[in-house]
């Protein structure tokens, strides 16, 4: 297959638009190539995740693209960066790490993204609108972008990220085309054990993580009462036990009004009945540590938590202080409403950690994310015990709040 | 004397390249999978796990995981660490982007092939694989 170009991708090429935006051009179109992708098509915005440091390599390729005078061609987000360059006493990884992770984060800046650090974009100013055509990067943002709001893009990741916010184009293929939207697995939920949407929301996100990998999956059986906050958390664990991109909420996501909609009228290759016993045995692959184990932290928020997440916490934790350790990872942008309305000095006062910019997951040697953790987070749970060495308890809201007050795992 | 077969693949990232075959027993995220300072497979779940990849043609069908791994493999070609080539049957995002900026921005190799399903299971059983591109196409010599 040849790539067709574009007037604007061959003005790209030749240097019209800058050098760094021809740098970023010739990257993607030999990665069109290799993707035996057709051709490309305009983006209005970009996420990402490159800000990230992985090594040398990391900061080589954005100051790159500093060098040569870069600058972002759609407006570009910034994912979670190594740092919390607001709260920085909080790092404890080597001195190199933090100057190269932070110059890393800046170089970002320099390009003209948005110093939004924050794993949630969708729930910031900066949220795409239906039927938009994006280049997002951060696993989680992407499976919420395209399917609980309906804006499209592939898993974009390092490097790419970058070269398509430089250049405003992305290369046509997958996800961005109709065609390759529609569920070819059905998840029928028939009973649930759990009475909050949320358990029963992240459960079957790390069911479809596990069994559907990276084909799209269509979740016939949730509540109607499940919130945009359940289907942030289903994405994440879904994204995090597989490689999903994109699911269907019958009922509840735009491109699901009905179950035909979302297979877009095309028999389904599998078809699962999802029991009660089933659900629960998905939500009890995401601890590694026992229940009533003494406790020696609680992190929530990641994904970054929202403000209507603060909501729901807030009068639980006041009825409730904890006596663990208690970090909550959020956006500056919420944390700028939080400090407006006070709500950041309550939480102070009940003895929370609140984490910008970045998230405890890849902060291993934040103080007291040693032993057992707990957390709502089905992505947390996924990669704590690998990145962080701790063994993780995963509960409800309730459950992390009753836990974190009794000093031990505890259900309800 | 060993007898040596040409296979024909489809050039995803360009260069030249010789090794010895690693054949992974499956297919391996490279972020939190594989350590850029010895080449080394990290992941606990995985089968090869302690294996050094470092200079051998990878033959696997794709890579797993993060996007994230792409940083990872091109922190590796940079250090020298790398395979010395892949040969996969999935046109592979993560890899071929990884490869491609080391290109960019080291001027350093790590050819990857694109092979049919059958060719792969060959190249897999293989002692050594002698991998080659020219424009789009490409060949991998096997022995």
């Known amino acids: ?6 007037t604007i991708d061959t003005d790209l090429l030749a240097g019209r638009h800058g050098e760094a935006a021809a740098f970023a051009m010739r990257l993607l179109v030999k990665f069109a190539d290799a993707m035996a ?4 098509l305009d983006i209005v915005g970009a996420h990402i995740d490159g800000c990230l440091y992985h090594g040398q390599v990391s900061l080589d390729f954005v100051e790159h693209a500093v060098a040569l005078k870069g600058r972002v061609r759609v407006p570009t987000t910034l994912n979670v960066g190594s740092m919390d360059l607001i709260h920085p006493e909080l790092f404890r990884g080597g001195a190199k790490l933090g100057t190269d992770g932070a110059r890393v984060m800046r170089a970002h800046e320099d390009l003209g993204c948005i110093a939004s650090f924050t794993c949630a974009p969708y729930q910031t100013m900066f949220k795409p609108r239906f039927g938009e055509q994006i280049a997002w990067a951060e696993s989680n943002a ?3 972008a395209n399917s609980v709001i309906g804006a499209r893009t592939n898993r974009y990741g390092d490097f790419l990220d970058l070269a398509c916010a430089l250049t405003g184009r992305a290369p046509a293929y997958g996800l961005h085309l109709t065609d ?3 569920a070819t697995h059905v998840f029928r939920i028939t009973d649930t054990p759990f009475d909050d949407t949320e358990r029963t929301a992240i459960a079957i996100g790390a069911l479809i993580g596990a069994e559907a990998g990276t084909a799209i999956a269509a979740i016939d059986g949730l509540s109607p009462g499940t919130t945009e906050d359940d289907l942030k958390a289903l994405g994440a664990a879904a994204a995090s036990a597989g490689a999903v991109a994109m699911f269907h909420a019958v009922g509840l996501t735009p491109e699901a009004p009905t179950l035909t909609a979302a297979t877009q009228g095309i028999a389904p290759t599998v078809v699962r009945d999802v029991t009660a016993a089933d659900l629960r045995a998905s939500l009890a692959r995401l601890s590694t540590a026992t229940d009533g184990a003494t406790l020696s932290a609680v992190s929530l928020g990641t994904p970054h938590f ?3 997440q603060f909501a729901l916490l807030l009068p639980r934790l006041a009825a409730s202080p904890p006596r663990t350790p208690f970090y909550v990872n959020t956006n500056r942008e919420t944390l700028a409403a939080l400090e407006a309305n006070g709500a950041a000095d309550t939480l102070k006062r009940l003895g929370v950690t609140l984490i910008v910019d970045t998230c405890a997951y890849l902060m291993t040697e934040v103080v007291g994310l040693q032993g057992v953790i707990m957390t709502n987070s089905g992505k947390m749970a996924w990669y704590a015990p690998g990145n962080l060495g701790a063994d993780i308890a995963f509960g409800s809201l309730a459950e992390c709040v009753a836990s974190a007050a009794a000093g031990k795992v505890v259900r309800l | 004397m060993t007898e040596t077969i040409r296979i024909s693949g489809v050039m995803l990232v360009g260069g030249a390249a010789a090794g010895d075959v690693f054949a992974l027993a499956e297919p391996l995220s490279f972020w939190g999978g594989f350590d850029a300072t010895t080449g080394a497979v990290t992941d606990h779940r995985h089968p090869d796990r302690g294996a050094s990849l470092n200079g051998r043609v990878v033959a696997v069908a794709s890579a797993r995981g993060s996007s994230s791994g792409a940083s ?5 070609i940079r250090l020298g660490t790398a395979p010395a080539a892949f040969v996969l049957s999935t ?4 890899l071929t982007v990884g490869c491609q900026v080391a290109v960019e921005l080291y001027g350093k190799f790590c050819p990857i092939v694109l092979v049919t399903d059958d060719d792969l299971v060959r190249v897999r059983a293989a002692k050594r694989a002698v991998v080659a591109t020219d424009g789009p196409d490409a060949t991998i010599d096997i022995s």
């Open chain 1, 306 to 308: 929202s403000p209507a």
């Open chain 1, 142 to 144: 992407i499976v919420f």
């Open chain 1, 180 to 182: 390759n939207r529609r």
């Open chain 1, 1 to 6: 297959m040849t790539l067709a170009l574009a």
């Open chain 2, 72 to 76: 990872v493999l091109a922190e590796a």
């Open chain 2, 91 to 94: 046109r592979d995002a993560i």
């Open chain 1, 37 to 40: 992708a057709p051709g490309f």
